[in-house]
């Protein structure tokens, strides 16, 4: 019986899971390169003799029970022209590498701006890395960048764009990620257009919608056991 409520119990912390997933797609639904996460979990026996999961919600419930995990989808967003020159879309795979406070991330925003210095950055003032792991000065003038990420102010190149694949993907936040580098994309840079987020929000809705049922189904399954289990005190004191 209390099995059954680590089951139960299991299933509606998953589903509590996705439901998180789905509102931080949503609520990021408008922003610039977001890529949205997606939850899926499995139902795997613990039974006494097969090692544990350290990825059970429940890993001592040894019974059935379910883990789960979060995987970003890094199709491509649409594309929007908007007329900035410092504005940067990417076609294909890959990301622009950025740095801040002398951490490497990486983002799909190619919402960029000039700082003080000159410096190409993001809109957190994260600075935009070229080839050589130095941030892309551009000090001033008409700026032109081409398909392969060359950046040209005044007609002189001042960099080239650091484009890179990347494996392990994890969210640091907003268009925001790390992972491991893993060579150069197939991308292809597009000047005066941003990318937007992927997410579908119908998609997103009907996601919320099957979270909804799937906690509810628990809920009532536990509420089961639990009268059940009343029941069963009741009974056995009358005897």
Not at 85 to 105: H, M
């Amino acid at each position: 019986m209390f099995k059954g409520i680590y089951v139960a119990m299991s299933g509606a912390v998953l589903r509590s899971q996705e439901l998180d997933s789905v509102a931080n797609n949503l609520a990021n639904l408008n922003t610039t390169g977001y890529k949205k996460t997606t939850f899926s979990s499995q139902l795997y026996p613990m039974l006494q003799d097969i090692p544990q999961k350290t990825e059970a919600v429940y890993p001592e419930a040894r019974a059935m029970t379910y883990f789960g995990e979060y995987y970003i989808d890094k199709s491509e967003g649409n594309i929007k022209t908007t007329g900035n020159p410092l504005d940067l879309a990417l076609k294909g795979d890959g990301f622009f590498a950025v740095e801040s406070k002398g951490l490497t991330n990486y983002t799909r925003n190619g919402s960029f701006s000039m700082d003080r210095d000159g410096y190409l950055v993001t809109s957190d003032s994260a600075k935009v890395m070229d080839t050589g792991n130095k941030p892309v000065n551009i000090r001033a003038g008409n700026v032109t960048v081409d398909a392969n990420g060359n950046v040209n102010a005044n007609g002189n190149i001042v960099g080239k764009l650091k484009l890179v694949k990347l494996d392990n993907i994890q969210l640091v936040g907003g268009s925001l990620f790390s992972g491991t580098e893993a060579g150069d994309p197939r991308a292809e840079v597009v000047q005066g257009a941003i990318e937007m987020s992927n997410v579908n929000p119908v998609r997103e809705m009907i996601g919320m919608i099957s979270a909804l049922r799937g906690y509810d189904t628990a809920q009532k399954v536990i509420q089961g056991f639990n009268d059940l289990s009343q029941r069963s005190v009741t009974e056995i004191g009358k005897v």
